[in-house]
C-alpha cells in the first residue's frame, strides 16, 4: 500500500498517481479549492490561501509521501503557510516541491544549470524561488526529505501545439535568440515515479528534454506534421501583459544532466519531435 498525499491535484499530480496505481495499491488523499464539486469527496480535503480543512494535519501525518504541485498565490506558498510548524514533525520518507525553471529568469539563450544564477524576472518566477528557499530551510533545519523539480515548460498528449494550431490559438513570437525548454508529462511522472526509490534529500534538479528550442522552430514543425498553414509571426510588444509576456521577456537553454544521470533515467520523448510525432499519431 502506498500512502500518498497531494497538495494540489493537476494534470501532473493526476498523470503521476494514474501510472504509480497500475503497479501498486494507492490510498491517495488530495486538497481542492473546491471539494463540493467534486463528486467523491472521500479523500478530498478544501485548502486555499485563507482556509484548510484541519483534518489534512492527520492525513500528511499518515502519509509515506507527499507532492505538493500547488504554485504559490499572490506570491505566498500557501502549503508552508498553513502547515510550516506541523512539516517539522512528520515521518514521510519523500516530500516533492514542483518548482519551474522560471527561477532562473533571463540568461540570454546561454545554458543553465542547478548551479546557475537565479534571477527571476516574472512575478512567478519570483513567488517560486522564494518557496524553494523555505522548502530547502525546513529541510537544513528539521532533516527532512526533500527534493526540488524545476519543471520546464509543460505539454502533453492533451495540451500542445498541435492542438493550438488545429483551433487557431498557436502564435508564432518574432524575437531572436528566444530558447526555451519543455517536459513531456510522461517523463515528468516517470521521474517522479523513480524518485520514489531512487531518493536523496536537499536536491534540486531540472526535469527537461534534451532540446531546447524557439517557439518558430517548434511551431514551424508542429505545422509540417498537420500540414497546415504556418501562423503569421508577431512581435513581443502586440502581446498582452500577462504569463505569455513574460515568458518571452527569458531565453535560456536548460540543462538536464543531473537529472538523467542521478536517476539513470532515459527520456522517452528526448525532444518535441519524438513527442509531437507520438501525440499526432495518437490523436489526429
Known amino acids: 500500500m502506498v500512502n500518498i498525499f497531494c497538495f494540489g491535484y493537476g494534470q501532473v499530480a493526476g498523470n503521476f498517481i494514474n501510472e504509480l496505481s497500475k503497479k501498486n495499491k494507492i490510498n491517495l488523499s488530495y486538497t481542492s479549492r473546491s471539494p463540493k464539486n467534486i463528486n467523491n469527496t472521500h479523500n478530498i480535503f478544501e485548502l486555499n490561501e485563507n482556509y484548510f480543512d484541519s483534518k489534512i494535519v492527520e492525513k500528511i501525518h499518515e502519509a509515506d509521501f ?4 500547488i504554485p504559490p498565490i499572490n506570491g505566498e506558498d ?6 510550516e510548524s506541523e512539516l517539522k514533525k512528520i515521518k514521510a520518507k519523500w516530500i516533492t516541491y514542483l518548482s519551474a525553471t522560471s527561477v532562473y529568469g533571463d540568461h540570454n ?3 543553465v544549470n542547478e548551479k546557475s544564477l537565479t534571477k527571476p524576472t516574472s512575478e512567478n518566477g519570483i513567488s517560486r524561488l522564494a518557496a524553494e528557499k523555505k522548502w530547502i530551510s525546513i529541510y537544513k533545519e528539521s532533516n527532512l526529505p526533500i527534493q526540488i523539480f524545476r519543471l520546464s515548460g509543460i505539454y502533453s498528449n492533451s495540451n500542445n501545439i498541435l492542438k493550438r494550431l488545429k483551433n487557431g490559438s498557436a502564435k508564432i513570437i518574432n524575437k531572436k535568440n528566444h530558447f526555451f525548454s519543455r517536459i513531456h508529462l510522461d517523463d515528468i511522472t516517470n521521474i517522479l515515479v523513480e524518485s520514489m526509490v531512487n531518493f536523496k534529500g536537499g536536491e534540486i534538479f531540472n526535469i527537461s528534454d534534451d532540446r531546447p528550442a524557439s517557439t518558430e522552430e517548434i511551431t514551424t514543425f508542429a505545422a509540417e506534421l498537420l500540414k497546415i498553414k504556418i501562423p503569421e509571426k508577431i512581435t513581443p510588444d ?3 501583459e500577462g504569463m505569455l509576456k513574460n515568458f518571452y521577456r527569458d531565453s535560456k537553454k536548460v540543462n538536464n544532466d543531473k537529472m538523467k544521470k542521478f536517476f539513470k533515467y532515459k527520456l522517452k520523448f ?3 519531435v519524438e513527442g509531437l510525432k507520438f501525440i ?5
Open 280 to 284: 499526432k499519431d495518437k490523436n489526429f
Open 238 to 240: 502586440k502581446l498582452q
Open 66 to 69: 507527499i507532492l505538493i504541485s
Open 109 to 111: 539563450g546561454d545554458w
Open 270 to 272: 528526448p525532444s518535441f
Open 78 to 83: 500557501i502549503v508552508f503557510k498553513h502547515f
